[in-house]
Nanobody, 124 residues
Protein backbone atom coordinates (compact mmCIF):
# COMPACT_ATOMS: atom_id res chain seq x y z
CA UNK A 1 0.00 0.00 0.00
CA UNK A 2 1.37 3.37 -1.05
CA UNK A 3 1.33 5.93 1.74
CA UNK A 4 2.69 9.46 2.16
CA UNK A 5 2.70 11.59 5.29
CA UNK A 6 3.59 15.24 5.80
CA UNK A 7 5.30 16.84 8.77
CA UNK A 8 7.00 20.09 9.66
CA UNK A 9 4.20 22.63 9.54
CA UNK A 10 3.71 25.28 12.19
CA UNK A 11 3.41 28.95 12.99
CA UNK A 12 6.04 31.31 11.61
CA UNK A 13 6.39 35.06 11.30
CA UNK A 14 6.31 36.80 7.95
CA UNK A 15 9.74 36.53 6.33
CA UNK A 16 10.54 33.30 8.15
CA UNK A 17 11.22 29.81 6.83
CA UNK A 18 9.87 26.30 7.24
CA UNK A 19 10.94 22.92 5.92
CA UNK A 20 8.21 20.39 5.30
CA UNK A 21 8.85 16.68 4.92
CA UNK A 22 6.91 14.05 3.00
CA UNK A 23 7.74 10.51 4.05
CA UNK A 24 6.82 7.75 1.62
CA UNK A 25 6.15 4.11 2.44
CA UNK A 26 5.11 1.15 0.33
CA UNK A 27 7.04 2.41 -2.70
CA UNK A 28 10.37 3.95 -3.66
CA UNK A 29 10.56 7.57 -4.72
CA UNK A 30 12.08 6.69 -8.09
CA UNK A 31 8.73 5.11 -9.06
CA UNK A 32 6.54 8.14 -8.58
CA UNK A 33 6.42 11.89 -8.81
CA UNK A 34 5.74 13.72 -5.57
CA UNK A 35 3.81 16.94 -5.59
CA UNK A 36 3.27 19.60 -2.96
CA UNK A 37 -0.10 21.30 -2.82
CA UNK A 38 -1.78 23.81 -0.56
CA UNK A 39 -5.31 24.78 0.30
CA UNK A 40 -6.60 27.40 2.70
CA UNK A 41 -9.73 26.13 4.55
CA UNK A 42 -10.58 29.76 5.25
CA UNK A 43 -11.18 30.25 1.53
CA UNK A 44 -13.63 27.45 0.64
CA UNK A 45 -14.07 28.62 -2.94
CA UNK A 46 -10.38 28.37 -3.71
CA UNK A 47 -9.15 25.16 -5.29
CA UNK A 48 -6.22 23.13 -4.06
CA UNK A 49 -3.11 24.69 -5.61
CA UNK A 50 -0.17 22.69 -6.88
CA UNK A 51 3.01 24.54 -5.98
CA UNK A 52 5.85 22.16 -6.89
CA UNK A 53 6.59 18.62 -7.96
CA UNK A 54 9.59 16.34 -8.42
CA UNK A 55 9.77 13.57 -10.98
CA UNK A 56 10.51 10.05 -9.84
CA UNK A 57 12.96 8.70 -12.40
CA UNK A 58 15.36 11.64 -12.60
CA UNK A 59 14.48 14.20 -9.91
CA UNK A 60 13.45 16.92 -12.35
CA UNK A 61 11.55 19.64 -10.55
CA UNK A 62 8.81 22.06 -11.51
CA UNK A 63 7.49 25.09 -9.67
CA UNK A 64 4.32 27.07 -10.00
CA UNK A 65 4.82 30.81 -10.37
CA UNK A 66 3.78 31.33 -6.75
CA UNK A 67 6.68 29.14 -5.59
CA UNK A 68 9.51 30.26 -7.87
CA UNK A 69 12.39 31.94 -6.09
CA UNK A 70 11.19 31.22 -2.53
CA UNK A 71 10.41 27.51 -2.34
CA UNK A 72 12.58 24.49 -3.12
CA UNK A 73 11.64 20.83 -3.47
CA UNK A 74 14.25 18.12 -2.98
CA UNK A 75 14.46 14.49 -1.96
CA UNK A 76 16.60 12.01 -0.07
CA UNK A 77 16.18 8.61 -1.70
CA UNK A 78 17.95 6.84 1.17
CA UNK A 79 15.32 8.19 3.58
CA UNK A 80 12.52 7.86 1.02
CA UNK A 81 11.56 11.42 1.90
CA UNK A 82 10.80 14.54 -0.13
CA UNK A 83 11.45 17.94 1.39
CA UNK A 84 9.84 21.30 0.73
CA UNK A 85 11.83 24.28 1.90
CA UNK A 86 9.87 27.53 2.09
CA UNK A 87 11.70 30.82 2.56
CA UNK A 88 10.52 34.41 2.92
CA UNK A 89 7.06 33.24 3.91
CA UNK A 90 4.15 35.63 3.57
CA UNK A 91 0.72 35.66 5.24
CA UNK A 92 -0.83 34.61 1.93
CA UNK A 93 1.18 31.37 2.14
CA UNK A 94 -1.00 30.33 5.07
CA UNK A 95 -2.70 27.05 4.15
CA UNK A 96 -2.80 23.33 4.78
CA UNK A 97 0.06 21.82 2.78
CA UNK A 98 -0.32 18.35 1.30
CA UNK A 99 2.05 16.02 -0.46
CA UNK A 100 0.86 13.40 -2.90
CA UNK A 101 2.24 10.61 -5.09
CA UNK A 102 1.28 10.31 -8.75
CA UNK A 103 2.10 11.72 -12.16
CA UNK A 104 4.59 14.54 -12.79
CA UNK A 105 2.17 17.47 -12.83
CA UNK A 106 0.95 20.22 -10.53
CA UNK A 107 -2.65 19.31 -11.24
CA UNK A 108 -4.27 17.58 -8.24
CA UNK A 109 -6.06 15.25 -10.68
CA UNK A 110 -2.74 13.62 -11.48
CA UNK A 111 -2.25 12.28 -7.96
CA UNK A 112 -3.80 9.24 -6.35
CA UNK A 113 -2.13 8.96 -2.94
CA UNK A 114 -2.46 11.88 -0.55
CA UNK A 115 -1.24 12.68 2.93
CA UNK A 116 -3.38 14.15 5.67
CA UNK A 117 -1.86 17.62 5.36
CA UNK A 118 0.13 19.86 7.67
CA UNK A 119 -0.91 23.37 8.68
CA UNK A 120 1.35 26.32 7.88
CA UNK A 121 0.38 29.64 9.40
CA UNK A 122 2.29 32.82 8.65
CA UNK A 123 1.65 35.78 10.92
CA UNK A 124 2.14 39.34 9.79
Amino acid sequence: QWLVAESGGGLVQSGGSLKLSCGASGFNLDRSAIGWFRQDPGKPGKEREGVACIRGNDGTTYYADSAKGRFAISRDNAKNTVFFRMNDLKPEDTAVYYCAAGRYTTSPQGYKYWGQGTQVTVSS
